[in-house]
């Protein structure tokens, strides 16, 4: 989750089989992205969210 939020401007998260899209999130953060950065770390805890939470 993190690499995909330092790396991506949009994380596609899918639903379990059948594997369709759930959500799309957007990351309005600025590159180079901090790891240790508020936002950062709440952009992983809003899709760790939606992984689990699936």
Same mark, same amino acid.
């Given at each position: #989750?993190? +690499?995909?939020?330092?790396?991506?401007? $949009?994380?596609? #998260?899918?639903?379990?089989?059948?594997? =369709?899209? =759930? +959500?799309?999130?957007? &990351?309005? &953060?600025?590159?180079? $992205? %901090? $790891?240790?950065?508020?936002?950062?770390?709440?952009?992983? $805890? %809003?899709? =760790?969210?939606?992984?689990?939470?699936?």
């Amino acid at each position: #989750v993190e +690499e995909a939020v330092a790396l991506a401007d $949009r994380v596609v #998260v899918l639903s379990p089989r059948p594997g =369709r899209i =759930r +959500e799309v999130v957007s &990351l309005a &953060l600025p590159h180079p $992205r %901090q $790891r240790d950065d508020a936002a950062f770390i709440a952009a992983c $805890r %809003q899709i =760790r969210n939606l992984i689990t939470s699936a």
